[in-house]
T-cell receptor, first 115, second 114 residues
């Protein structure tokens, strides 16, 4: 079992829909949780980050972390065609190895928002 | 300084050749990371520098791989005797020390070994 599991999709939704993306994880040491967006042939771009459990909202994006269930989510409201990309969840322990805070990523979910 | 810069963007090489990639991080950042991403997978950690010191290496980093960060500025990643399995996107990222909320990635170098 991989440390971070993410359904790769693909996921196709109509413009304006609410999108729900999810990851589960097995390492209880993870305390920092991030969502990255990656357009084709580009590097990942940090979208949202959360420490420990709770919710965080930024415009159309809401990130949720449930540490008791080892489950994180990203919600996108009023989805736009420009949201079409691969969404990667990523996590980090408080102190991994030499303090590098290396990230462990999911496989990514490919999202297409259809006009 | 608008972000993390990587060069080249694409590299096609024959199996057995050596290749070197360069990463220029955001100038104020003292932490630098290398990740590798294969098709359909998330990035995987390779190695990490704080200033010029290489502090952590993944077991993915075989002895054919070497990374340097002279003077704590830009970094290079060299792959010797390339194999087809080395074909991937090589991503560089940087951050401030103590910054735990993710870091800034470059656009990557896509390596194809033929």
């Amino acid at each position: 079992q991989k440390e971070v599991e993410q359904d790769p999709g693909p996921l196709s939704v109509p413009e304006g829909a609410i999108v729900s993306l999810n990851c589960t994880y097995s390492n209880s040491a993870f305390q920092y949780f991030m969502w990255y967006r990656q357009y084709s042939r580009k590097g990942p771009e940090l979208l949202m980050y959360t420490y420990s459990s709770g919710n965080k909202e930024d415009g159309r994006f809401t990130a949720q972390v449930d540490k008791s269930s080892k489950y994180i989510s990203l919600f996108i409201r009023d989805s736009q065609p420009s949201d079409s990309a691969t969404y990667l969840c990523a996590m980090s322990a408080v102190n991994s190895g030499a303090g590098s805070y290396q990230l462990t990523f999911g496989k990514g979910t490919k999202l297409s928002v259809i006009p | 300084d608008t972000g993390v810069s990587q060069d080249p963007r694409h590299k096609i090489t024959k199996r057995g050749q050596n290749v070197t990639f360069r990463c220029d991080p955001i100038s104020e950042h003292n932490r630098l990371y290398w990740y590798r991403q294969t098709l359909g997978q998330g990035p995987e950690f390779l190695t990490y520098f704080q200033n010029e010191a290489q502090l952590e290496k993944s077991r993915l980093l075989s002895d054919r791989f070497s990374a340097e960060r002279p003077k704590g500025s830009f970094s290079t990643l060299e792959i010797q005797r390339t194999e087809q399995g080395d074909s991937a996107m090589y991503l560089c990222a940087s951050s401030f020390a103590g910054w735990t909320y993710g870091y800034t990635f470059g656009s990557g170098t896509r390596l194809t070994v033929v």
